[in-house]
Protein backbone atom coordinates (compact mmCIF):
# COMPACT_ATOMS: atom_id res chain seq x y z
CA UNK A 1 0.00 0.00 0.00
CA UNK A 2 0.93 3.07 -0.75
CA UNK A 3 1.52 5.98 1.96
CA UNK A 4 3.12 8.15 4.60
CA UNK A 5 4.83 7.03 7.35
CA UNK A 6 5.43 8.90 10.36
CA UNK A 7 7.17 7.80 13.33
CA UNK A 8 7.59 7.70 16.47
CA UNK A 9 3.76 8.62 16.98
CA UNK A 10 4.31 9.96 20.36
CA UNK A 11 7.78 11.08 21.14
CA UNK A 12 9.00 12.83 24.58
CA UNK A 13 12.03 15.35 25.15
CA UNK A 14 13.62 16.81 27.49
CA UNK A 15 13.94 20.38 27.42
CA UNK A 16 17.74 21.09 25.87
CA UNK A 17 17.68 18.08 23.86
CA UNK A 18 17.17 17.66 20.07
CA UNK A 19 14.96 14.94 18.43
CA UNK A 20 14.39 14.13 14.90
CA UNK A 21 10.70 13.31 13.83
CA UNK A 22 10.85 10.41 10.84
CA UNK A 23 8.44 11.23 7.34
CA UNK A 24 8.86 8.24 4.73
CA UNK A 25 6.66 8.28 1.44
CA UNK A 26 6.36 5.75 -0.93
CA UNK A 27 4.22 7.20 -3.36
CA UNK A 28 6.87 8.78 -5.53
CA UNK A 29 5.74 12.74 -4.74
CA UNK A 30 8.45 15.17 -5.47
CA UNK A 31 7.17 17.52 -2.90
CA UNK A 32 7.20 17.05 1.24
CA UNK A 33 5.97 19.49 3.69
CA UNK A 34 6.19 20.00 7.17
CA UNK A 35 3.19 21.29 9.58
CA UNK A 36 2.51 22.13 13.34
CA UNK A 37 -1.09 21.76 14.70
CA UNK A 38 -1.27 23.36 18.16
CA UNK A 39 -5.07 23.18 19.78
CA UNK A 40 -7.50 25.53 18.75
CA UNK A 41 -5.61 26.48 15.61
CA UNK A 42 -4.83 25.61 11.62
CA UNK A 43 -1.47 24.04 10.42
CA UNK A 44 1.39 26.41 9.93
CA UNK A 45 3.88 25.25 7.82
CA UNK A 46 7.45 25.10 9.11
CA UNK A 47 9.94 23.83 5.90
CA UNK A 48 8.87 22.19 2.54
CA UNK A 49 10.66 20.70 -0.04
CA UNK A 50 9.85 20.33 -3.71
CA UNK A 51 12.82 18.56 -4.99
CA UNK A 52 16.11 16.47 -3.41
CA UNK A 53 18.20 18.31 -1.70
CA UNK A 54 16.46 21.45 -1.82
CA UNK A 55 14.05 22.65 0.94
CA UNK A 56 12.63 26.31 1.91
CA UNK A 57 11.20 27.71 5.11
CA UNK A 58 8.29 28.15 5.85
CA UNK A 59 6.13 30.05 8.43
CA UNK A 60 7.47 29.13 11.20
CA UNK A 61 10.85 27.51 10.43
CA UNK A 62 13.07 28.59 13.73
CA UNK A 63 14.06 26.28 15.77
CA UNK A 64 13.79 23.86 13.47
CA UNK A 65 15.74 22.11 10.73
CA UNK A 66 15.66 19.20 8.06
CA UNK A 67 17.32 17.43 5.19
CA UNK A 68 15.74 16.08 1.92
CA UNK A 69 18.64 14.02 0.62
CA UNK A 70 16.55 10.77 -0.80
CA UNK A 71 13.39 11.43 -2.53
CA UNK A 72 11.70 9.40 0.09
CA UNK A 73 12.44 10.81 2.97
CA UNK A 74 12.30 14.05 4.98
CA UNK A 75 13.10 14.01 8.12
CA UNK A 76 12.40 17.15 10.66
CA UNK A 77 14.48 17.87 13.69
CA UNK A 78 13.49 19.95 16.32
CA UNK A 79 16.10 21.61 17.84
CA UNK A 80 16.74 22.95 21.56
CA UNK A 81 16.47 26.47 20.03
CA UNK A 82 12.80 26.16 19.36
CA UNK A 83 11.04 27.78 22.96
CA UNK A 84 7.79 26.00 22.84
CA UNK A 85 7.90 22.76 20.84
CA UNK A 86 5.08 20.73 22.34
CA UNK A 87 2.33 20.21 19.13
CA UNK A 88 1.27 17.70 16.70
CA UNK A 89 3.51 17.54 13.83
CA UNK A 90 2.22 16.26 10.30
CA UNK A 91 4.22 15.27 7.28
CA UNK A 92 2.62 15.71 3.69
CA UNK A 93 3.74 15.14 -0.09
CA UNK A 94 2.18 15.98 -3.45
CA UNK A 95 3.00 14.76 -6.93
CA UNK A 96 4.69 18.50 -7.12
CA UNK A 97 4.62 22.21 -5.47
CA UNK A 98 2.04 23.06 -7.88
CA UNK A 99 -1.47 24.50 -6.74
CA UNK A 100 -3.52 21.87 -8.05
CA UNK A 101 -2.12 18.75 -6.46
CA UNK A 102 -3.33 17.59 -3.48
CA UNK A 103 -1.58 16.74 -0.34
CA UNK A 104 -1.09 13.54 1.12
CA UNK A 105 -0.65 13.74 5.21
CA UNK A 106 1.00 11.11 7.25
CA UNK A 107 -0.81 10.25 10.96
CA UNK A 108 1.24 12.45 12.73
CA UNK A 109 3.94 12.72 15.91
CA UNK A 110 2.79 14.51 19.01
CA UNK A 111 6.04 15.47 20.92
CA UNK A 112 5.69 16.52 24.68
CA UNK A 113 8.56 18.58 25.89
CA UNK A 114 8.95 17.01 29.59
CA UNK B 1 -1.41 38.36 3.23
CA UNK B 2 -3.39 35.26 2.42
CA UNK B 3 -5.51 34.63 5.37
CA UNK B 4 -8.58 31.77 6.07
CA UNK B 5 -11.24 32.28 8.32
CA UNK B 6 -13.80 29.97 9.84
CA UNK B 7 -16.05 31.70 11.98
CA UNK B 8 -17.97 28.49 13.42
CA UNK B 9 -15.16 27.03 16.58
CA UNK B 10 -18.13 23.83 17.03
CA UNK B 11 -21.61 22.75 15.09
CA UNK B 12 -23.69 19.87 15.88
CA UNK B 13 -26.67 18.45 13.79
CA UNK B 14 -28.98 15.40 14.10
CA UNK B 15 -27.77 12.20 12.28
CA UNK B 16 -29.58 12.30 8.81
CA UNK B 17 -29.95 16.08 8.34
CA UNK B 18 -28.12 18.73 6.86
CA UNK B 19 -25.22 20.86 8.06
CA UNK B 20 -23.20 23.90 6.46
CA UNK B 21 -19.72 25.12 7.66
CA UNK B 22 -18.80 28.23 6.66
CA UNK B 23 -15.33 29.75 5.86
CA UNK B 24 -14.15 33.10 3.88
CA UNK B 25 -10.53 33.92 2.64
CA UNK B 26 -8.79 37.02 1.46
CA UNK B 27 -6.61 36.52 -1.72
CA UNK B 28 -5.49 39.33 -4.23
CA UNK B 29 -5.16 36.57 -6.81
CA UNK B 30 -7.70 35.40 -9.14
CA UNK B 31 -6.09 31.85 -9.64
CA UNK B 32 -6.28 29.71 -6.44
CA UNK B 33 -7.46 26.49 -5.14
CA UNK B 34 -9.74 25.39 -1.73
CA UNK B 35 -9.81 22.98 -0.26
CA UNK B 36 -11.72 20.87 2.87
CA UNK B 37 -9.61 18.73 4.44
CA UNK B 38 -11.44 16.47 7.58
CA UNK B 39 -9.51 15.17 10.73
CA UNK B 40 -11.18 12.85 12.72
CA UNK B 41 -9.84 11.79 16.04
CA UNK B 42 -7.23 9.38 14.85
CA UNK B 43 -5.81 12.95 13.36
CA UNK B 44 -5.27 11.13 9.91
CA UNK B 45 -6.05 14.66 7.57
CA UNK B 46 -8.23 13.57 4.53
CA UNK B 47 -9.16 16.50 1.69
CA UNK B 48 -12.86 15.80 1.17
CA UNK B 49 -13.30 18.21 -1.39
CA UNK B 50 -11.68 20.26 -4.13
CA UNK B 51 -12.65 23.88 -5.88
CA UNK B 52 -10.92 25.73 -8.70
CA UNK B 53 -11.20 29.54 -8.45
CA UNK B 54 -11.38 29.48 -12.21
CA UNK B 55 -14.35 27.06 -12.11
CA UNK B 56 -17.87 28.44 -11.63
CA UNK B 57 -19.72 24.80 -10.76
CA UNK B 58 -19.81 24.33 -7.40
CA UNK B 59 -17.75 20.80 -6.49
CA UNK B 60 -19.56 17.79 -5.06
CA UNK B 61 -18.43 14.29 -3.88
CA UNK B 62 -21.16 12.15 -3.18
CA UNK B 63 -22.62 13.69 0.40
CA UNK B 64 -20.43 16.14 0.40
CA UNK B 65 -21.14 19.68 -1.95
CA UNK B 66 -19.87 23.42 -1.52
CA UNK B 67 -20.93 26.66 -1.99
CA UNK B 68 -18.34 28.82 -3.90
CA UNK B 69 -19.07 32.47 -3.79
CA UNK B 70 -15.59 33.89 -5.47
CA UNK B 71 -17.09 37.95 -5.34
CA UNK B 72 -17.58 37.31 -1.31
CA UNK B 73 -14.88 34.81 -0.79
CA UNK B 74 -17.05 32.43 0.49
CA UNK B 75 -16.38 28.77 0.63
CA UNK B 76 -18.74 26.79 2.64
CA UNK B 77 -19.05 22.89 3.17
CA UNK B 78 -22.40 21.41 3.01
CA UNK B 79 -22.56 17.43 4.06
CA UNK B 80 -26.36 15.87 3.61
CA UNK B 81 -27.45 13.30 5.63
CA UNK B 82 -24.58 13.37 7.91
CA UNK B 83 -23.08 10.12 9.72
CA UNK B 84 -21.82 9.45 12.67
CA UNK B 85 -18.65 8.67 10.67
CA UNK B 86 -18.79 12.78 9.78
CA UNK B 87 -17.64 13.18 13.23
CA UNK B 88 -14.26 15.20 13.17
CA UNK B 89 -12.96 18.62 12.91
CA UNK B 90 -12.73 20.48 9.30
CA UNK B 91 -10.17 22.36 8.00
CA UNK B 92 -10.74 24.97 4.97
CA UNK B 93 -7.66 25.41 3.35
CA UNK B 94 -6.43 27.92 0.13
CA UNK B 95 -3.33 27.35 -2.33
CA UNK B 96 -2.36 30.04 -4.43
CA UNK B 97 0.48 30.97 -6.58
CA UNK B 98 2.83 30.54 -3.03
CA UNK B 99 2.32 27.05 -3.58
CA UNK B 100 1.70 27.03 0.25
CA UNK B 101 -1.79 25.83 1.88
CA UNK B 102 -3.11 28.41 3.76
CA UNK B 103 -5.32 27.06 6.82
CA UNK B 104 -8.58 28.44 8.64
CA UNK B 105 -8.47 27.28 12.36
CA UNK B 106 -10.92 24.55 12.10
CA UNK B 107 -14.68 23.60 12.95
CA UNK B 108 -15.03 21.15 15.23
CA UNK B 109 -18.38 18.76 13.91
CA UNK B 110 -20.35 16.99 16.25
CA UNK B 111 -23.10 14.06 15.19
CA UNK B 112 -26.02 13.60 17.74
CA UNK B 113 -27.16 10.35 17.12
Known amino acids: DGGITQSPKYLFRKEGQNVTLSCEQN?????MYWYRQDPGQGLRLIYYSQIVNDFQKGDIAEGYSVSREKKESFPLTVTSAQKNPTAFYLCASSISGSRYNEQFFGPGTRLTVL | AQTVTQSQPEMSVQEAETVTLSCTYDTSESDYYLFWYKQPPSRQMILVIRQEAYKQQNATENRFSVNFQKAAKSFSLKISDSQLGDAAMYFCALKDSNYQLIWGAGTKLIIKP
Open chain 1, 27 to 31: LNHDA
